[in-house]
């Protein structure tokens, strides 16, 4: 599906927020993104569903061979279903009246071909020409592509019952992408949260990612980058392989939802203007590396076939249409995604009553830059969830921790043979123990104790929103997590899919109040607190002050050219005024906390 109707897309968000998004927005030609790393929350889904359209369900057991891969090909196949029965019954309907097929065109952006032969149909008489428009019409529809995220490096290795380590195609990952890769979707693979060989190379594995003898490639692939140099790496890797990237996803380091994989500095214009300017080496420096491929493997690559350049697209933290505007007039990008918006649409995304009205009312404050992920990266929060409040009441009874129900981020070796999840009872038990039994100082054995005790049991507490919202499970059995970006901040109310939609393409007033600080502006904020929290780490060493020093100078240049885009005509809705204060007022912190920095330096040193 290359002729995409909407400039932008919903990302995945978390395990369960936007596990059935395809079944709620892609009906109307608009893209969204499943996570699979749950399977478990996917074979609840897909019964929930299977009894909702009267399909056929046969549970999956938990420990039926090949389960995992097995259950996330049953609900992808059952989501295509779904998707394509609702979006023939909207093609079907006759237009001139007021129904989901109006609604399906009103949505799609006033620039796209399709919406003006919409237009132009509304404003043409009873005749053969109106009929000759609607049929074309009718027939030019299309569904949202069902794409699909798999985090690359959540790859935990799986064990027989007797306790002996299964081989690498059964590894969370792996058995990931060969439920997608045996699914009868065409549509794309997203790979995030860093570069897993691997699960690359397994890739070979499945013809779908490869072209057909018409060109045509069924199952594509989407890397989530951070920066063009691990793009480029990257795409060179799968090119030599004959795997193509279909789009490169550049996500902002820190204003994001979910995991924040920050940059060494580099801030998103930055990012984006490298991107920009360098966009013809990811096909220069790639395509004869699969000319190269297709040449020894596959009786070489057909000159009938179409070469196109990998769709470059960006998210994190776009709140009007305006900036969404500039993304893709000066940084020519493709699309954009928004994701924590639709966290207020019930239309495209299942969160419970509770947490969205935390949501609504979350501001600035409350929204956080957390230690609770089990992985050890940074995650994006919101205070006051049910799974704090969950995780708080079981340390109040000397129980921390979870039970661990589901396991998928088993990683520390610390104290057993077999990996076990930081946010695991048995894990924090035998942690709070050792620091109890340390000679380290009583004000660091306090600092160790909450690290121990803020990691949060996501794995199962981030699906909990979609099970409530359903009705498959009860709120008070289902403490709830949730992974907001920043942003979300500005948004204070629940909107309809049309409302959302007319914001996100400036056809209504704005959703968010004038004052809001540009993204890049924010993105400013959110690196300098996060150097300040390096800063506060720092071990005092040479090294660790040049790193720093090197991590300073990069936001430097980035606020610098930041300064640029602010002397600019803003588009609609653009808040550019907010970001000179912005930098003035940060690059005095920056100067502070390098003076800070470098004393502890020097203390540390004598």
């Not at 985090?151 to 590894?171: C, L, R, W």
């Not at 495209?348 to 509770?354: I, M």
């Not at 956080?368 to 050890?376: A, D, E, I, R």
Request: proline fraction near 5%; charge should be neutral.
């Amino acid at each position: 599906m290359l002729n995409f109707l909407h400039d932008f897309s919903i990302p995945v968000m978390g395990t369960g927020h936007s596990i059935d998004s395809p079944i709620r927005v892609g009906p109307y030609g608009i893209n969204s993104v499943i996570s699979v790393v749950d399977d478990l929350l996917v074979e609840r889904i897909r019964k929930h569903y299977c009894r909702k359209f009267d399909f056929p369900y046969k549970n999956i057991a938990r420990n039926a061979e090949d389960g995992r891969a097995r259950r996330i090909t049953a609900y992808l196949d059952t989501v295509q279903k779904i998707v394509q029965n609702k979006f023939e019954r909207i093609r079907n309907q006759p237009f001139f009246e007021k129904n989901d097929k109006t609604k399906y065109f009103e949505l799609l952006p006033d620039s796209h071909e399709l919406k003006k032969k919409y237009n132009q149909l509304m404003h043409t008489d009873k005749g053969s020409l109106r009929d000759r428009l609607s049929s074309e019409l009718s027939r030019l529809m299309q569904p949202g592509s069902i794409d699909i995220n798999i985090m690359a490096k959540v790859d935990k290795i799986n064990y027989t019952k007797g306790g002996m380590p299964m081989s690498q195609e059964f590894s969370d990952a792996s058995a990931a992408l060969r439920g997608y890769a045996k699914s009868s979707l065409s549509s794309s693979l997203i790979l995030s949260a860093g570069f897993n060989p691997r699960l690359y190379n397994y890739l070979t594995e499945f013809k779908d990612f490869y072209r057909d003898t018409r060109g045509d490639i069924k199952k594509k692939i989407i890397l989530k980058v951070s920066d063009f140099r691990s793009a480029l790496i990257q795409g060179k890797y799968l090119a030599k392989k004959g795997l193509e990237v279909f789009e490169y996803r550049i996500e902002s380091g820190l204003n994001c939802g979910g995991h924040a994989f920050a940059s060494d500095g580099f801030l998103l214009p930055s990012l984006l203007k490298e991107f920009r300017e360098n966009r013809d080496q990811l096909s220069t420096a790639v395509q004869p590396l699969i000319d190269k491929y297709y040449d020894k493997e596959r009786n070489g690559f057909s000159a009938d076939w179409d070469i196109q350049e990998p769709r470059l697209t960006v998210q994190g933290g776009i709140g009007v249409s305006g900036e969404a505007h500039r993304l893709l007039q000066d940084f020519d990008m493709d699309a954009t995604g928004w994701g924590s918006p639709f966290l207020l649409v019930p239309e495209a995304t299942t969160v419970d009553q509770p947490t969205r009205r935390l949501l609504e009312n979350a501001r600035e404050k409350d929204l956080y830059l957390s230690g609770v992920s089990p992985l050890g990266v940074p995650f994006n929060n919101v205070r006051n969830t049910g799974s704090e409040q969950w995780h708080k009441k079981r340390i109040a009874k000397d129980k921390p921790g979870s039970p661990c129900p589901k396991g998928f981020l088993e990683a520390n070796t610390e104290f057993t043979e077999q990996p076990i999840c930081t946010a695991s009872n048995q894990y924090q038990l035998l942690k709070l123990d050792q620091i109890a039994q340390s000679e380290m100082a009583e004000e660091q054995k306090e600092k160790e104790r909450e690290k121990v005790l803020g990691k949060a049991c996501l794995c199962d507490h981030l699906g909990n929103g979609a099970l409530i919202d359903l009705g498959i499970l009860a709120e008070h059995r289902a403490p709830q997590a949730i992974c907001p970006g920043p942003n979300i901040a500005f948004f204070d109310g629940e909107y309809s899919l049309r409302e959302m939609v007319d914001h996100i393409y400036g056809r209504c007033p704005s959703l968010v109040p004038a004052e809001r600080p540009h993204m890049f502006a924010k993105e400013i904020v959110l690196y300098v607190d996060y150097f300040e929290d390096l800063v506060a780490q720092s071990d005092g060493s040479k090294g660790t002050l040049r790193k720093l020093k090197k991590f300073k100078n990069n936001l430097e240049k980035g606020m610098a050219y930041c300064l640029d885009i602010a002397q600019t005509d803003p588009y609609r809705d653009e808040n550019l005024a907010s970001i000179p204060p912005t930098v003035r007022e940060q690059q005095k912190r920056l100067n502070r906390l390098l003076e800070q920095l470098e004393t502890q330096c020097l203390v540390t040193s004598s």
